[in-house]
């Protein structure tokens, strides 16, 4: 046999175990690394802080993600829902919307959505408008949680002070210094979701950006856990307790519970940063390093 041969037979080895685990994925559903999935229902109830993660374009999390929260709703649970999804600056407009048409999320949509051909692409409303329905059906607050892109934006060419006052950077915690652990860490998660692409020099005021978000999220559910129970929707980077919102969270820290909801396919994001996990099977996507590839080749 052929040296090219023997590669193409591993290679078709390879697919076959990877379609073999697909297939096993999703005849399971999903599994968690500690839990049977739902085990941890019980965690979701009183004042608790729940941080639910996604990887954005699987559906199947999505729908792990609302029956857990149909359970506990069903149960008498009755958290705000805050979502990465709305930028803070339009939690008027949530809250207008809901005024005129209640009941109505996609009015609530129309009004509060980022715009769809912002820098990244939009939301997929399909996923998100559930989450939507389920705070209007049960009346409960409807928080917008997410720094807008353009906001993020200010802080990585200027730092926090090109968006927050200092009485603001304090109120946030950013102030402070962040351990180099936590700064290597985010930084490489931003080399990783960026493909490598990113000059090093980028990676500290990106961080930057990064923490912002995960403060203000923290802040959002502060103010929220005041009245009882909160749950936040967000990514998965978002929910990690090592390096996103949960470690801005300070004296209602105790009151998380964060589940990381990953892909089977997803080897680097550590299992050990989340209460529960729960492995899905990967969504059908293009390569997402792809378009990254196709501007280097251009330059």
Known sequence: MSRASAAA?????????????????????????????????????????????????????HRLRLAALQRAFASGWRPAIAMEQFDRERQADIDRARRERPGDAQHVIDAAAPPANRAGGGWNWVFYRPFVELALRYDVPLIAANLSNGDTARIVRGGYSAVFSAAEIALLGLDLPVAPEVQAAQEREIDIGHCHALPRSVWPRMAQAQFARDALMAEVLRRSAQAGGVVLLAGNGHVRRDIGVPRWLGDVKDRTFAVGYLEITDDSTPITAFDAVVRTAPAERADPCAEFERRAVGK
Not at 11 to 36: H, P
Not at 43 to 57: F, K, T, W
């Open 9 to 61: 037979d591993m290679n078709s080895c390879i697919r076959q175990m990877r379609s073999a685990v697909f297939v096993v994925a999703a005849l399971l559903g999903a599994c968690t690394t500690s839990e049977r999935l739902g085990g941890w229902d019980h965690r979701l109830r009183g004042d608790a802080l729940v941080l639910l993660g996604e990887v954005h374009d699987n559906a199947q999390q």
